[in-house]
């Protein structure tokens, strides 16, 4: 709690603004800004808002979307891709999968892509967690930080026992029950012998039960939780969680529109501080709006470096080349990204299944390796310099090969010494058919998202590099033919036809399996990484409290500061990072007013 006094200070201030906010016509000074409504940008406008003595305005063009039904069953969610809650980006043609252009589903609404996500609720491994505080000494950013913030966030329902019969298992231990985001197994989590065989299979396979996938080790077969309330089976996204129940907080303001790009004071010869931001408002007109203490981006990991950069921050030449002024050199802006290769195969059967099955297996190195892993482990370890000179020079120099070379060093480790899983395959049924989708947790390309012009704000310039480091075409397809050897492993093959038409056989030759993922895979929307949490000199943006390098008052809290990518779906670990930024570093500078 703020000292007495400061809170008595803010109070006189909050009396002058309550009767121009309760007319909800934007005033046009706020003491925090935040971009973009989504997951993470929302969780921080309820957490600044709870006791401040802040004013905090959200501005995103969105829509509410609480009516819109496929946003709220949670099995509709594959129908909201290409809608109008849907940004519906294109990456550029990709050169290393025969120059195809990639659909990117990012999500438009009050609560950003939480709205259009697949609800999977899966955090990661501790050790990926703990390499954060590695890459940034000190900084507290490690598993027992995060655990304490995922619970901190979540509201789990424990399974009922007819769940907990077809595999909805959990640890107490790692949940939390008092927070927003509900977290529970679905209610119409498939029934039936289905679960019984997948296990058995996979155990076969040498992939046995894993208690809790939340619990800081992924490796094994499990049945997932998912952000939805399942006593009403609804999904439970960032706004309901955060904004809805608290929009009518005097102090809170939602903004429509869409920021250009953050306002500086005259910072010559000083550190720049932001005075505010540029929005579009609906009706295509500039409006600005005044940011007492701080600018949060919070657009995502595909907008959120567009902002920067059109704000001058960023890598020199290229601003240069788009006519913008440089504010603060920083060359990692937009690159770092990292996204994950996602492929599916379907089959048919004659057996139907009623529900929904939310199956996942997480492989690591060892397993998906097998005799293999010593050789493969040192020849890629050799080959970590030139893989950093590559991506380097692919970024055109903006990150050093040196620079580079440490971050795949640490993912090596990551992979081959601290046994982190590398693949997840999700196999499941439902009506009469089947299907995996897998993808690399952990690839070794970095891609990039840029401004590509100063009068489109609204389409980020994506190119993910998908398989631009062989390696991960090589970890790709031997996901592929573990996960397609699933349904020819017994007991699962008795119902499913082995090789169905258009998929390679488990041993089909490397070519086919090659041609098959160059043609067919996409992306897993977990792009991350285009404001790294880094140390300048290794292409960080952000330093450990979040904010960008050499301003006064401009955080980034969204995926873009996740500096390496996790066996996780994202929002898990976007909630608990947006749980701590609040808690330990914006809100501390509140009681110093
Ligand atoms: C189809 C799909 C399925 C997924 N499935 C899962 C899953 O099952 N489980 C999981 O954990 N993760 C999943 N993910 C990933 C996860 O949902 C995202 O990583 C996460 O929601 C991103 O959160 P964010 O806060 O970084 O950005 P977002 O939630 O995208 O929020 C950004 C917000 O900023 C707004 N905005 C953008 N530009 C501007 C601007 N210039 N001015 C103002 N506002 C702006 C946007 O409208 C949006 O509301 C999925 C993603 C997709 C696309
Ligand atoms: C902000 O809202 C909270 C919750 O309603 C309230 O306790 C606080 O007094 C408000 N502060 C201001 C400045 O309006
Ligand atoms: C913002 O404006 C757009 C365009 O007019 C509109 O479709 C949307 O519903 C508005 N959002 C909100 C939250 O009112
Ligand atoms: C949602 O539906 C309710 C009930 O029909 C209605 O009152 C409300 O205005 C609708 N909201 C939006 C944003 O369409
Ligand atoms: C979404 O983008 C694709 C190109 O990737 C395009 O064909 C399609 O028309 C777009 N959909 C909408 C609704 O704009
Ligand atoms: C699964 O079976 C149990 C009884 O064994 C029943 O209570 C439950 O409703 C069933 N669930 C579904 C989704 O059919
Ligand atoms: C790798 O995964 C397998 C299967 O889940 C597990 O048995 C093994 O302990 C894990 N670690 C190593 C080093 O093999
Ligand atoms: C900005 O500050 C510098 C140094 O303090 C001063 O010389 C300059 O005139 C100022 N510019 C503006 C536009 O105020
Ligand atoms: C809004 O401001 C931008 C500069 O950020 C400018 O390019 C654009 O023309 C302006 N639009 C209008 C409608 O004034
Ligand atoms: C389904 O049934 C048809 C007709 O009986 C049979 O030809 C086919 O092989 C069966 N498919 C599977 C996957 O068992
Ligand atoms: C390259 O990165 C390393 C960090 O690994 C740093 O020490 C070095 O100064 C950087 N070199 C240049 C030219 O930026
Ligand atoms: C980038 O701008 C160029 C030239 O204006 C245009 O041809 C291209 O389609 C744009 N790319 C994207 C991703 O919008
Ligand atoms: C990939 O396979 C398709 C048929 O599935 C074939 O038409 C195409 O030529 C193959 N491409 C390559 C590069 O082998």
Same mark, same amino acid.
């Given at each position: ?36 409504? @989504?997951?993470? @940008? ?56 025969? @120059? ?39 900084? @507290?950013? $490690? ?67 894993? %208690? ?16 939805? $309330? ?92 788009? =006519? ?56 890629? %370890? ?35 010494? %601290? ?11 439902? =009506? ?12 070794? /390309? ?62 089909? /030759?490397?070519?086919?399996? %090659? ?79």
């Amino acid at each position: 709690m703020p000292p007495l006094k400061t809170r008595f200070g803010a109070l006189a201030l909050a009396t002058v603004f309550l009767p121009l906010q309760s007319l909800a016509t934007p005033i046009d000074s706020y003491d925090y800004i935040i971009v973009g409504a @989504g997951t993470s @940008g929302l969780l921080l406008a309820n957490r600044l808002t709870e006791d401040a003595n802040l004013n905090v305005a959200v501005i995103d063009p969105g829509a509410d979307e609480r009516n819109n039904t496929n946003v709220v069953n949670p099995l509709a969610w594959l129908g909201l891709s290409g809608t109008p809650v849907d940004w519906n980006y294109s990456s550029v043609p990709q050169e290393y999968i025969g @120059g195809r252009v990639l659909p990117y589903d990012a999500g438009k609404g009050i609560g950003g892509t939480s709205l259009i996500n697949g609800m999977t609720y899966i955090r990661g491994d501790q050790a990926q967690f703990d390499s954060w505080e590695d890459l940034n000494p000190g900084s @507290g950013w $490690n598993w027992d930080t995060m655990l304490q913030y995922y619970k901190k966030a979540e509201r789990f329902f424990p399974p009922s026992s007819w769940q907990e019969a077809v595999g909805a298992l959990y640890e107490e231990e790692y949940h939390g029950s008092s927070g927003e985001i509900d977290v529970g197994f679905s209610p119409v989590l498939l029934n039936g012998s289905f679960y019984g065989d997948a296990k058995t299979a996979w155990a076969n396979l040498g992939q046995s039960l894993d %208690k809790d996938v939340n619990s800081g080790h992924t490796a094994g077969f499990d049945v997932w939780p998912q952000t939805l $309330n399942p006593i009403d089976n609804t999904r439970c996204d960032s706004a309901t969680a955060f904004y809805w129940p608290v929009q009518d907080r005097p102090n809170l303001t939602l903004i429509n529109g869409t920021v250009s790009r953050i306002l500086w004071k005259n910072y010559t010869g000083s550190t720049p501080e932001a005075s505010g931001v540029e929005y579009v408002m609906p009706n295509g007109q500039n409006k600005t709006v005044k940011a007492a203490k701080e600018v949060i981006l919070s657009a995502g990991a595909l907008r959120t470096p567009l902002i920067l950069e059109l704000s001058g921050i960023g890598n020199p030449s290229i601003l240069e080349e788009l =006519g913008i002024e440089t504010v603060v050199d920083l060359p990692g802006v937009g690159e770092n990204m990292i996204d994950q290769p996602n492929m599916a195969l379907s089959y048919s059967t004659n057996t139907t299944f009623p529900g929904y099955a939310p199956y996942a297996t997480f492989v690591n190195a060892t397993s998906l390796f097998g005799d293999g892993f010593k050789r493969v482990s040192d020849v890629t %370890k050799l080959l970590l310099p030139h893989w950093a000179r590559q991506i380097s020079k692919e970024t055109n120099r903006a990150l050093n090969a040196s620079a580079v070379e440490q971050l795949l060093r640490v993912q090596h480790d990551l992979i081959f010494e %601290k046994d982190v899983t590398i693949a997840e395959i999700l196999s499941t049924a439902s =009506g009469t058919g089947a299907f995996s989708a897998y993808w690399g947790t952990l690839p070794f /390309s970095r891609g990039s998202v840029h401004l590509n012009s100063t009068d489109d704000i609204n389409t980020p310039k994506i190119n993910p590099r998908f398989m631009a480091i062989d390696f991960d075409m090589i970890v790709q397809i031997a996901i592929g033919r573990l996960a397609a050897t699933f349904w020819d492993t017994s007991p699962i093959s008795t119902s499913f036809e082995a090789v169905p038409q258009g998929i390679p056989s488990p041993d089909a /030759s490397w070519n086919q399996w %090659k041609n098959f993922t160059d043609s067919t895979m996409i992306s897993n929307a977990h792009p991350i990484g285009t404001a790294a949490m880094l140390p300048r000199k290794l292409g960080g943006v952000v330093d450990p409290q979040l904010r960008v390098y050499d301003t006064k008052n401009v955080r980034v809290v969204d995926a873009s500061v996740i500096p390496l990518q996790i066996s996780g779906h994202l929002t898990a670990t976007l909630y608990a990072i947006a749980e701590r930024a609040a808690a330990e570093f914006i809100a501390p500078a509140r009681d110093a007013v």
